[in-house]
């Protein structure tokens, strides 16, 4: 594809592609604010794939085309920058960390990164992983009640810490939560507000906001300044992050605060959310629960699961991957174009705010039958091969692909199947759970109340140890 902006009165542009008029002053500002996910769904339902309206003082084009979504993440990719008011918006929390940076600074932190996600290194997580899953549920007794999202919020953090950075945040588990929950609602609040207020204004989620943020940097100092006493290279993630050196030299505190802070918020929240949505949608849908049961029986027994068996393990990985399709956590994101550019079929000008949503791609009845459908079995090989690049990207693609996704795929996988294998996936009664689109698709504060019953001859009721391993395995690769 080349850029053709010479013709582009040709093409469907802001001037004649579908608009959402919205408002005759703020646009589709408010539509927008007043239920994000509801209105990118509706909105793609009414003016199709690609359509565009004014959200604050820009325009903003909805995209679910996947010849222009796959234009966006891979080919054009390098005329495509993370926008400045999401810059902006993560700035407090994230500052220049992987997920809002760009340009020659994103290039050095990728590479310097990267290394802690090389798959041998990946894998070698899968025993703590498995512990971890099992130690969770061995606190469980079998009647109670308990909220699945909370319980699986505190173990992905538990996992990405002790796997990524050697250290144990069971007891920071509720601050890191609640300073997660602070942070996303003042996050979420300032980018949408019409008239922003500063940061510094004396509101209540403002103050709210910086203490959270004071509590996560307390955190963050602590897991630094305990890796820098030690002296010691371990080869790990964090060793990479702390010692790692190029030829411009060491990371400064600042940029090393940032990525630990980005991994910290992108690896644990993610994952924990598309396992909540993964255990309604299997809740609800018994006859698949059965089956995934039956493979995880026949296939596992009783023992714990390895990264070996995922491969034996299709149905278990076509189940997270139709929940990543339906209720995707990552609902969207979004890019800022540097230049004019064409993209399919269509013409966007410089500055144009291009927004993916996985949530509303996974529903495109054009690639996927029965969209509302929680149909594990259409994830087939030949399924896959035939799908369009950028019809599914819940992890994005090309250069600006998800760094954890072999992670998050392990994890799940692990995590998921030893669920299945131990308890009942089941959630109250009449219970029906909200949608909440910030950061990540989630259900709210309502949670996701489950009733804990164990499998008859569940391997963890029946007291098998699994005590997690005594140091890390993260230097095994
Ligand atoms: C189901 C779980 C996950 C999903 C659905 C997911 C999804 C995504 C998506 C869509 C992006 C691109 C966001 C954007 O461009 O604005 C992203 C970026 C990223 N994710 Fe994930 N993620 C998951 C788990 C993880 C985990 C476990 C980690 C780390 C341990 C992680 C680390 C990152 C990082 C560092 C980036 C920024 C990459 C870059 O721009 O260079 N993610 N993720």
């Not at 061995?138 to 109670?144: D, L, Q, V, Y």
């Not at 996050?187 to 949408?192: F, K, P, V």
């Amino acid at each position: 594809m080349t850029l053709l902006v010479d013709t582009q009165d040709l093409l469907p542009s802001a001037k004649t592609m579908p608009r959402h008029k919205g408002h005759w002053l703020w646009g589709g500002t408010f539509d927008f604010q007043r239920n994000p996910a509801e209105f990118v769904l509706d909105a793609h339902e009414k003016y199709g794939d690609v359509f565009v309206t004014r959200v604050l003082t820009g325009q903003s084009f909805f995209i679910r085309d996947p010849a222009v979504v796959n234009a966006i993440n891979v080919t054009h990719a390098k005329h495509i920058h993370k926008p400045k008011v999401v810059k902006q918006m993560w700035k407090p929390f994230l500052g220049e960390g992987l997920v809002p940076n760009d340009g020659e600074s994103w290039k050095r932190q990728h590479k310097l990164i990267m290394p802690g996600f090389h798959k041998m290194r990946v894998d070698a997580y899968a025993p703590t992983m498995a512990a971890y899953t099992r130690d969770m549920i061995r606190g469980w007794k079998n009647g109670e009640q308990r909220d699945f999202r909370k319980e699986i919020l505190a173990l992905a953090l538990r996992v990405v810490a002790k796997t990524l950075f050697d250290t144990d945040l069971a007891h920071d588990s509720e601050t890191v939560h609640e300073a997660m929950q602070d942070i996303g609602e003042a996050l979420i609040d300032h980018a949408q507000t019409p008239i922003p207020t500063p940061r510094w204004w004396p509101s209540e989620r403002n103050r709210r906001m910086v203490r959270a943020l004071d509590a996560m940097d307390g955190v963050i100092e602590r897991l630094v300044a305990a890796r820098r006493k030690d002296r010691k290279d371990r080869g790990d993630l964090m060793s990479h992050i702390v010692f790692a050196t190029d030829e411009k030299g060491s990371m400064s505190d600042e940029q090393m605060r940032d990525e630990l802070m980005t991994l910290i918020f992108a690896g644990h929240e993610t994952t924990a959310h598309t396992l909540t949505w993964a255990w309604y949608l299997l809740a609800t849908n018994r006859d698949k629960l059965m089956k995934a049961q039956h493979e995880i029986d026949e296939t596992i027994g009783n023992r714990a699961i390895g990264v070996d068996d995922l491969r034996k393990l299709p149905y278990l990985e076509m189940c997270l991957k139709e929940s990543l399709r339906r209720l995707p956590a990552v609902w969207i994101y979004a890019r800022e174009a540097q230049e004019d550019l064409r993209l399919g079929d269509y013409f966007f000008p410089k500055g144009a705010i291009l927004a993916v949503s996985p949530l509303a791609t996974g529903r495109n009845p054009k690639y996927f039958d029965a969209p509302l459908e929680y149909r594990p079995e259409r994830w087939t090989r030949e399924f896959e091969r035939q799908l369009p690049k950028g019809a599914y990207v819940p992890f994005a693609a090309g250069p600006r692909v998800c760094l954890g996704k072999q992670f998050a795929m392990m994890e799940m996988r692990i995590i998921l199947g030893t669920l299945i294998q131990n308890v009942d996936i089941n959630v109250l009664e009449g219970f029906e759970p909200d949608f909440v689109a910030e950061l990540s698709l989630n259900p709210g504060a309502r949670g996701m109340p489950m009733k804990v019953q164990f499998r008859e001859g569940a391997p963890v009721r029946a007291g098998e140890s699994s005590r997690p391993p005594a140091r890390s395995n993260t230097h095994a690769a």
